[in-house]
């Protein structure tokens, strides 16, 4: 649909008229009942290629059942309403409505960065976050390591907060730091405020729309990516390369190369499926091969084979390019020549011998977790965090003058007015930053020495570390640890399968 240039009057004049229209209808005593042919709607009712004014008159005249298209229940409340009128309206002039609010529900988003708006950061190479939306008002997805879900409250106009969240106990230890990034997830998702989608693209707006999720997401079927990867590893001769790639979550590429006197490389563009070929591109003793058994797909596979070096294969920004992180540290993978065993589901992860997750309290120091361990004779991986931020209310006064006390402090990185955690209307809150090297005590000090100001919460990510202890006695030592004072929890050491 082409970009609606309409000026701020305009707007105001005519939106507003058609709300007071709706606001009007509100007593009319039924509205009416929507027909067999009204499931689903894509909201152009005049069907002329386009969503205009003239659509949202036809759902407003069907209303008062003078007028009706076969499909005009655009929002699927299952009546004929004001509101739908008001949902086409809406879409005309670019704004969120309900028809992008039916395009969240029911898939998988796949989350490519986040942050500031406009200094997002990418997700951890090998890490994958996703969200899925369903209508009963529940969302789930992985958050890198562990799988979360809670409930979400959306609107048609674009407001969306998501509540509830809880998640399984896991600890992933690779890639380095994927669970200092799934904290900030779900912390980012918390605080969501409203949703804007474009087509096969989410944005969830966080942190009082000063920073942004982006997720991306297929259409139609879904792409399992475990049959590729099982292909990329049993492919022959892909000693020198063997990668694999998604473009724009409809598609895969497969690119693999080998020291092989015959077929020593193949650049593969396939649909959703590996028996779905779209265009090839292989060695052979008569030279190369190129097929485009999709012709629609000649071009981007010709940009992809020129660019193959390429972070994004030389594809603009109008694609998505996804790396399957698949192969190990040099970027290739030995031969397989056996049968590939898939890893158990991860809702039955398996325990690593002779190790245990220990997860000491906040107060605790990696001084403090060290001795405990060693007095022990054991050794162990620390997992602390280096950094953590402490939420205060202002109880008066000005919130500026106490950020600016606060930022002289040596143990303070940064202090800003950011948010209302708690909801309270009309309060004032500040996140406290501290350094690396601050302990809670040195912080809570510090608060506790400004009288107008009071500690809200404490944001730290978990203190915990892998303990090495002999095959075979590891709940013996698991009933040692949480003995301790220091030690929240102990158990054993589970492993997330990709």
Not at 270 to 294: M, R
Not at 371 to 393: D, E, G, I, Q, T
Not at 449 to 459: D, Q
């Amino acid at each position: 649909m082409k970009k609606r240039f309409v000026s701020t009057a305009v707007y105001g004049a005519v939106y507003g008229l058609a709300t007071i229209l709706i606001a009007l209808t509100a007593y009319i005593p039924s509205a009416r009942a929507a027909g067999t042919g009204s499931a689903v709607c894509n909201g152009d009712l005049n069907n002329d290629g386009d969503i205009t004014p003239a659509d949202a008159l036809i759902a407003f005249k069907c209303y008062f059942a003078s007028e009706c298209a076969e499909c005009a229940d655009i929002n699927q409340d299952g009546g004929i309403t004001p509101a739908d009128a008001l949902c086409l309206f809406r879409k005309y002039l670019g704004l969120t409505s309900c028809l992008d609010l039916r395009s969240l529900f029911d898939k998988q988003w796949k989350l490519q960065s986040f942050g500031v708006t406009g200094e997002e950061k990418p997700l951890l190479a090998g890490s994958q976050i996703t969200i899925q939306f369903s209508k009963d008002n529940t969302c789930e997805g992985t958050a890198g390591c562990n799988h979360y879900f809670g409930t979400h409250t959306p609107s048609d106009e674009g407001a969306l907060s998501i509540r509830g969240i809880g998640c399984t106990k896991m600890y992933c230890l690779s890639p380095q730091g994927v669970m200092e990034q799934e904290m900030q997830y779900l912390a980012a998702l918390s605080t969501v405020c409203s949703f804007e989608i474009n087509q096969n693209n989410l944005r969830l707006l966080y942190d009082n729309k000063h920073k942004v999720l982006n997720f991306i997401t297929s259409q139609g079927s879904y792409i399992n990516i475990d049959e590729f990867i099982q292909l990329a590893n049993n492919s022959p001769c892909a000693d020198r390369e063997n990668k694999l790639y998604v473009i724009d979550g409809a598609m895969v590429f497969h690119s693999r190369e080998g020291n092989c006197a015959d077929w020593s490389y193949s650049r593969t563009l396939f649909g959703k499926t590996p028996d779905e070929i779209v265009c090839s591109l292989s060695d052979s003793i008569a030279g190369p091969q190129k097929h485009y058994y999709d012709p629609n797909h000649a071009d981007i596979f010709d940009t992809i084979i020129d660019n193959l070096s390429h972070p994004t294969l030389g594809l603009d920004e109008s694609h998505t390019v996804e790396d399957i992180p698949f192969r190990d540290a040099s970027g290739s993978l030995p031969v397989i020549t056996d049968p590939v065993i898939p890893p158990p589901p991860p809702d039955r992860p398996q325990a690593v011998p002779g190790e245990i997750i220990v997860v000491f309290i906040e107060d605790a120091t990696e001084e403090d977790a060290d001795n405990l361990v060693k007095s022990h004779s054991l050794s162990w991986r620390s997992n602390f965090p280096a950094m953590f931020s402490y939420w205060v209310k202002v109880l008066n006064g000005s919130p500026a003058d106490c950020i600016d006390e606060l930022e002289k402090e040596d143990i303070v990185a940064w202090a800003e007015r950011r948010g209302n955690p708690s909801g309270e209307e009309g309060a004032s809150y500040i996140l406290i930053q501290f350094n690396t090297g601050a302990t809670v005590k040195a912080a809570q000090e510090l608060i506790g020495s400004f009288e107008n100001l009071e500690i809200s919460s404490l944001n730290m990510p978990q203190k915990w570390g892998v303990v090495t202890v002999p095959a075979g006695t590891e709940q013996h030592w698991i009933e040692t640890f949480k003995k301790s004072g220091m030690v929240k929890n102990a158990e054993m050491n589970l492993i997330r399968y990709p």
